[in-house]
């Protein structure tokens, strides 16, 4: 038996056999023509139809665009099947049935092909139906639209070519609108219609029906191949090789009187997500009047009014669908003199506020489980929801107005409005000293274009793709960015940039959509609700965490965390971590210390610290001065975390830093010199920063290497610690500090620092009368401590992979050269696959990692193991985390919720329990 190429939609249970399940149904039919067959077959009206299947498309095409053997008899008889099933026949003077052709690939994907209504009519079969019908009009209305799309979609010809004749009859009947044309003005064009097809083609417009349905049939299939598809497919990265359907259908009127009409409408509110239908319609219209938007359309609801039975089962229908598909749908329905027909359904598109809404509401309301909510929701959009985003109205509503000036790669989600500049040093200008808030607009950009992109509020590139420079940089420091938006060209020279021919002046205003790769004219409202305020979101990530927290999730040896992970935060100051506790942190992972010496009151004592050299009793003097506010700075951050951990960082940068600038203290001093001035406080500072010098103090004296060398800065550290927590516990509450050696390379490092600071621990807890709970660990940034982990392990309570180090060093890139000099063209060129520093190299990276828990486990197996780089906060690597067997992340305050829902996707990916 030759293959089946073709299926009625009431044999979409055969398909799905065939194919295996839904999915594979879904290919071979594609999405359209599967959920009509789906329809059908819950018992859904839908008008009959067939379709041929997306092998026989890839058959045609793969045999030089010849149907695959069997392929048009089987369409032959399912037109037989469809004809029984109206009681009509396909080319029938006296009864005739008409048809649609429309595409259908899995994917729902622009550039296919267009619909084709009315197929099915020629000049005898008009004659027949306005017989039949007695309304000529309606007729030649019909068969006009044929002809011209039939014209154009077909056999390509330019719309032009029919627009214009009906232009120019128009005219010369002195008509403003399509609705005056009478039946004869119809019958006229589509006679003027068949006569360009003539022209242009060499051929008449084929008047048999079945010759008409043959040609439609192939220009689906070619219209796969089309250069708008292929872009399409390569831009959004679905595989070429799917095909598409052809689904042909009996045509159904909504412009039949009064009691007919039409419209599209979602299930559920897409904008808020709300459960109330949203959509339009009109009566005495055709599918394309109510998106064409050349009358004004009706809400849904007034349906109640105009064609009650209609509406009553329409509602019927939406319910059945959802609860089908447990989805919210987006569906298109023609009503027939009274008689409701279903078009289409399929997964309606929603903003990322509804994707939350409906997914709570739907495990509310029981149709779905909380995992399924969780799997719904993508990390992105909360992200999103985080971000300031466009209101919805007043977008749609710039949309409606033509005001959308661009579009391109949405690169950095956020909404951004300001005026345009096109060069970075005007940028920050005008965004630092005007106050402006500034779009930066450049055809790429560049390392020496950074300080223009931080200074402003969004981003807009011609050129490059989602790994460009602009946009890296941009997700990095979270502005809002559309890049590659090719149909804009700029002049940096007339200082504008064009659209079409719309022209956009230096200075002025525009809006940037970098959720959705949209840039609008002028300024659109506004608003970022704060998390508190989005209680279905807050939910959402509640069942987060409880799947994360289920025991069990996990399947590891003994000691080993077998929950998922906890969600931690970065924070320094007590402001930071109650934001992050707010924001749903279980612990502080990082508490860096370095910046609280930053501060100018304290600046200069850590500067006498660091210049008393050998002067052990000067260094210490200022150290004694530098206690009390590290104590003060702690004190705020175990309060505020009472309950959880809090992972304090000793000193970690090498000493320079918290000098002055070498080189202007340099420049002062000659400048002096030259004058034969004197500056001998200077010149000794001078010399004195000199000797710090390191040729690469990244790789110099850091860390723990500058602990050993100068034990006097941690012990006040530690003590100041100590002090704070026990402070906090006599005050009621419950500290957990947890200190954090950096940059350890060798257990050694450990043996000679770490005895002396629990000493101080001790002392400290004994002085003050109190005991509570603590841990001494280290951070894993230098490849060597992980490959020796079970040493380190022996004196480490914990771990903490300080991934940028990590990745440093195990590449051996120094970061900021790397982004400058080439990194960004290893990702576009492929040579990696990710940036390294925004998502963990599993291969290298990640295998150092697992090595280091399995190693560090093996000696001491309750080891607590996270991560505090910047990955902790990126889905893709959070997912390594959970397969590795850490106990937490722990990433910056803000990322926090959309860590603790990528923690629960992990958990479901991997789920041990099933
Ligand atoms: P698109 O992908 O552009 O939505 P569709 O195939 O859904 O293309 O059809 C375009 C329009 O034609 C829609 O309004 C649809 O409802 C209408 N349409 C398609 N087939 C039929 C039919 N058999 N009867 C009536 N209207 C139809
Ligand atoms: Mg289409
Ligand atoms: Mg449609």
Not at 651 to 667: A, G
Request: charged content about 25%; overall charge negative.
């Amino acid at each position: 038996m030759s293959n089946k190429w073709v299926y009625l939609f009431e044999e979409v249970s055969d398909a799905e056999k065939y194919a295996g399940n839904w999915e594979g149904a879904r290919a071979l039919l594609g999405g359209k023509g599967a959920n009509l067959g789906e329809m059908t077959r819950i018992g859904v009206p839908v008008p009959p139809g067939l379709t041929v299947t997306t092998e026989a498309c890839n058959a045609y095409l793969e045999n030089n665009n010849q149907f695959p053997e069997g392929m048009w008899e089987q369409e032959l008889e399912a037109m037989k099947a469809v004809e029984k099933s109206t009681g009509k026949k396909f080319g029938d003077k006296g009864n005739p049935l008409l048809v649609s052709c429309r595409s259908g690939a899995k994917f729902s994907m622009p550039g296919m092909m267009d619909t084709v209504l009315n197929i099915g009519l020629n000049d005898e079969v008009a004659e027949g139906m306005v017989e039949l019908t007695e309304d000529a009009r309606f007729v030649y209305d019909a068969y006009r639209r044929l002809v011209h799309m039939f014209g154009s979609v077909v056999l390509g010809i330019d719309d032009e070519a029919f627009e214009h004749p009906l232009d120019e009859y128009k005219e010369k009947k002195g008509y403003k609108l399509d609705t005056e044309m009478i039946a004869e003005d119809w019958k006229a064009l589509t006679e003027m219609y068949k006569a360009v097809i003539k022209e242009q083609m060499g051929f008449d417009f084929p008047q048999d029906p079945y010759e008409q349905l043959k040609l439609a049939t192939e220009a689906v299939f070619k219209s796969w191949n089309g250069k708008r598809a292929i872009d399409y497919r390569n831009a959004a990265g679905i595989a070429h090789d799917l095909g598409t359907g052809v689904n042909i259908q009996t045509m159904v009127f909504g412009n039949m009187g009064d009691t007919s009409g039409t419209g599209v409408a979602f299930t559920r509110d897409p904008a808020t997500g709300e459960n109330v239908n949203y959509g339009d319609y009109l009566m005495n219209a055709q599918g394309e009047d109510v998106v064409a938007g050349i009358r004004n359309t009706k809400k849904i609801a007034e349906m109640s009014a105009d064609s009650p039975a209609a509406y009553k089962e329409f509602l019927a229908i939406c319910d059945k669908l959802e609860n089908h598909y447990k989805e919210m749908q987006d569906v298109e329905f023609t009503i027939e003199r009274g008689k409701l027909w279903m078009l289409q359904t399929r997964d309606g598109k929603r903003t990322a506020k509804a994707i939350v809404k409906i997914a709570v509401d739907m495990t509310n309301e029981g149709l779905i489980t909380k995992e399924q909510a969780i799997k719904r929701v993508k990390p992105s959009d909360v992200d999103t929801l985080l971000h300031p985003q466009f209101d919805f109205e007043a977008k749609k509503a710039a949309q409606e107005e033509g005001k959308q000036f661009a579009s391109g790669v949405n690169a950095s989600p956020g909404a951004a409005v300001g005026r345009v500049y096109f060069d970075a040093d005007t940028a920050e200008k005008m965004a630092k000293e005007e106050g402006q808030d500034v779009i930066m607009v450049r055809p790429f950009t560049k390392p020496d274009d950074v300080h223009g992109m931080l200074a402003a509020k969004g981003i807009l590139t011609s050129e490059g793709g989602a790994t460009s420079h602009a946009a890296v940089v941009a997700r990095q420091f979270g502005v809002p960015c559309v890049v590659g938006a090719s149909m804009v060209r700029i002049n940096l020279e007339a200082r504008r940039m064009m659209a079409g021919d719309v022209v956009v002046n230096e200075g002025d205003w525009i809006s940037v959509d970098g959720t959705t790769g949209e840039v609008f004219l002028g300024e659109i409202p506004t608003s970022s609700p704060s998390l508190e305020e989005q209680t279905e979101l807050m939910t959402l990530l509640s069942w987060a965490d409880e799947i994360s927290s289920t025991e069990g999730i996990r399947e590891f040896p003994k000691e080993w965390p077998t929950r998922g992970l906890q969600v931690w935060a970065n924070a320094d100051y007590p402001a930071d971590a109650r934001r992050a506790r707010s924001y749903g942190a279980q612990g502080i992972g990082l508490c860096r210390t370095e910046h609280m010496f930053f501060e100018p009151e304290r600046l200069p004592i850590v500067q006498d610290m660091i210049l008393a050299g050998d002067d052990v009793a000067a260094r210490q003097a200022a150290l004694d001065k530098l206690l009390p506010y590290q104590r003060a700075d702690f004190d705020g951050l175990f309060e505020a975390m009472t309950g959880l951990p809090v992972i304090i960082r000793l000193i970690d940068p090498p000493l320079h830093e918290f000098m002055p600038d070498e080189r202007e203290l340099l420049e002062e001093v000659i400048g002096a010199r030259v004058k034969g001035e004197e500056l001998p406080e200077k010149e000794a500072l001078l010399s004195d920063i000199e000797a710090l010098h390191e040729s690469n103090p990244m790789m110099g004296l850091r860390g723990v290497r500058l602990s050993v060398m100068m034990p006097e800065i941690v012990s006040m550290q530690v003590r100041a610690i100590f002090e704070a927590a026990a402070d906090v516990k006599l005050r009621g509450f419950e500290p957990k500090p947890e200190v954090m050696i950096p940059l350890t390379g060798h257990v050694n490092e450990l043996h000679f620092i770490q005895p002396k600071l629990e000493e101080i621990a001790a002392a400290v807890m004994k002085e003050k009368g109190v005991e509570f709970e603590y841990k001494f660990g280290t951070m894993i940034e230098i490849p060597r401590a992980g490959l020796t982990a079970d040493q380190v392990a022996e004196t480490a309570e914990f771990f903490s992979f300080g991934t940028n180090d990590l990745t440093q060093f195990t590449f051996g890139y120094s970061r900021d050269d790397a982004e400058r000099n080439f990194l960004v063209k290893y990702v576009e060129d492929g040579i990696l696959p990710l940036n390294p520093f925004q998502t963990i190299d599993r291969d290298g990276v990640g295998q150092l990692m697992k090595l280091t828990v399995e190693k560090g486990r093996s000696t001491r197996p309750e080891l607590e193991c996270g991560i505090c780089g910047e990955h902790g906060g990126d889905p893709n690597s959070i997912e390594w985390c959970h397969m590795i067997g850490l106990n937490y992340v722990s990433c910056s305050p803000f990322r926090v919720p959309v860590a603790r829902l990528a923690a629960a996707h992990a958990a479901l990916t991997h789920n041990a329990k099933k």
